[in-house]
């Protein structure tokens, strides 16, 4: 139940003295004790229902950052957490000048970093045992030699086991102040991936590119602005709380 979610192990384990690794996955038990709980089946996720409202606000949230910026990014199902890689090293506000690229042949889209600046950076991407990953990348689709917008591929990014090939997930330096999680730089290598990985609206070339991307793809970030507002909500509750005592 979500009201004795405070007495979950993962939530009464004591991350104080244990190692960074530790700590993220610590942070990622968190995240799937708070899903399992909740149980939110897709339509109320996908139409922000009132109960995906109190997961995102829920009070414990404001207790371990990582674990919460892990739960923004969360499926249905609490075995599979995913990512949304879109800005670059040499790209943050300007992401539709992304260098990312999925070029189209017969068996399926191939995905490439290819320069250092076409990294991907920050979403959590390192490996971490137990748990498999997965993240929509977004890439400039090219079809026949011909560029055709920026869409989003659905990535296996690792098993849980270990990364996928062509996949390289290099983790950040640790955060001072705050709980540790894997943010990374992402870089993929002719990774093959298959037709259904393409989740764009057309292979066509669209009229106007940037419209596509942030009309019609972006939309739900909007969504993740909220929820990370609704964690901090909870936190300057428990600090006024604490302050008025």
Not at 109 to 127: F, S
Not at 159 to 185: E, N, V
Not at 228 to 244: D, E, M, N, P
Request: with cysteine; net charge neutral.
């Amino acid at each position: 139940m979500e009201s004795d979610l405070h007495l979950h192990q993962a939530w009464t384990a004591r991350p104080d003295f244990m190692e960074p690794n530790d700590r993220v996955k610590l942070a990622y038990e968190r995240a799937r004790a708070i899903i399992n709980a909740y149980d939110l089946t897709e339509e109320e996720i996908e139409k922000c229902m009132p109960r995906f409202w109190d997961m995102q606000c829920h009070g414990l949230n404001s207790r371990d950052v990582g674990s919460s910026n892990v739960l923004f990014l969360h499926r249905p199902q609490a075995e599979l957490f995913g990512g949304f890689l879109l800005t670059e090293v040499g790209h943050g506000l300007d992401a539709t000048n992304i260098e990312t690229t999925a070029t189209k042949v017969d068996d399926g889209p191939i995905l490439r970093t290819p320069t250092p600046t076409a990294a991907k950076i920050m979403p959590p991407t390192g490996l971490t045992h137990g748990f498999t990953k997965l993240a929509l990348v977004y890439a400039r689709l090219i079809v026949e030699d011909e560029y055709r917008g920026i869409h989003p591929f659905l990535v296996t990014l690792c098993t849980g086991r270990g990364m996928c090939t062509g996949i390289s997930s290099s983790t950040l330096p640790l955060r001072a102040g705050t709980s540790p999680l894997d943010y990374a730089i992402t870089t993929f290598d002719q990774v093959r991936l298959p037709p259904a990985s393409f989740l764009g609206k057309s292979l066509a070339k669209p009229k106007d590119p940037k419209a596509l991307l942030l009309r019609t793809y972006m939309w739900r970030v909007t969504v993740g602005i909220m929820s990370i507002s609704g964690a901090t909500a909870q936190g300057l509750k428990y600090i006024a709380t604490i302050g008025y005592d």
